[in-house]
């Protein structure tokens, strides 16, 4: 328990707290104009943070070897009598994105952790259509890599501090869109962009999760990794500008 600290932060605003044994003005109290001080919330509150490993290397090293696979899949050089395997290959991607997901969301960081959770379920649906692999299931496909696809556009709207992060979600959009053309017209033209663009989303995730591992491990960036304005203070500010705002954050506030 040695990793764990406790930082002390002045909360700006307290109402009264009202508890089973908060004493009550009885009527001679009231009749006399007897103040009865109440006791109220101190001042001063715990929040306890846990340093962990960046979960970040982990979501992007499985992306980059899924993505490598069905890459290889739409551009034709795993046939269509491997589907299964290729469903047996890619379905630990979505235990494992959704781990990494799971720790970026106890680091507080909502924006790497919705990009993992959601890449996992992508995982899983491709798994289950290469295993089940329904007739007539193209334009169901193409319907939810489009959708996906504006669903990381808003994501990569919001995400402009993490360079990395962001040629990912761009290699991400162009993938998912050719590949939802592919589904929708069955050409083999869009298969192959759709794959070469899933190819080059597997070189990108590499440099991004060995990038972010090194920078982990060694505390300093040895790759460029792009961090600008908030990313860039979470790496080099001091412990105060990571606390600053914690009494409004998720798990502190009383409501989502």
Same mark, same amino acid.
């Given at each position: 328990m040695k990793d764990i600290k406790r930082y002390?932060? $002045? =909360?700006?605003?307290? &109402? =009264?707290?009202?508890? !089973?044994?908060?004493?009550k003005h009885s009527d001679s109290e009231a009749a006399t104009g007897l103040q009865v001080q109440e006791p109220t919330i101190p001042g001063i509150t715990t929040v306890t943070l846990r340093p962990i490993a960046s979960p970040m290397p982990l979501g992007l090293f499985t992306l980059a070897i899924a993505s490598a696979v069905v890459s290889a899949v739409e551009v034709g050089i795993i046939p269509e009598s491997s589907f299964r395997a290729v469903s047996l290959i890619i379905a630990p991607a979505f235990l494992l994105q959704l781990v990494a997901a799971i720790f970026a969301f106890l680091s507080r960081d909502t924006i790497a952790a919705? =990009?993992? !959770?959601?890449?996992a379920s992508t995982?899983?649906?491709?798994?289950l259509a290469f295993f089940i692999n329904p007739p007539d299931i193209g334009k169901a496909l193409g319907i939810y890599y489009f959708v996906f696809s504006i669903f990381v556009l808003l994501i990569l709207s919001l995400a402009k501090s993490k360079l990395v992060l962001s040629a990912i979600m761009v290699c991400a959009v162009l993938r998912f869109v050719s590949s939802g053309i592919y589904e929708f017209t069955n050409s083999s033209a869009a298969g192959l962009v759709a794959g070469i663009v899933g190819f080059v989303l597997t070189i990108v995730a590499l440099y991004g999760a060995? *990038?972010?591992?090194?920078?982990? =491990?060694? &505390?300093? !960036? $040895?790759? $460029?990794?792009?961090? *600008?304005?908030? @990313?860039? @203070? @979470?790496?080099?500010? $001091?412990? *105060?500008?990571?606390?600053? &705002?914690l009494e409004h954050s998720a798990g502190v506030r009383r409501t989502l």
């Open positions: 002390y932060i $002045p =909360v700006r605003k307290w &109402g =009264v707290a009202m508890t !089973a044994n908060t004493p919705t =990009v993992l !959770a959601s890449f995982w899983l649906v491709g798994a060995h *990038s972010l591992l090194a920078e982990d =491990v060694t &505390g300093r !960036a $040895p790759f $460029p990794v792009g961090r *600008s304005g908030m @990313a860039r @203070a @979470a790496m080099e500010g $001091p412990l *105060s500008q990571q606390l600053e &705002g």
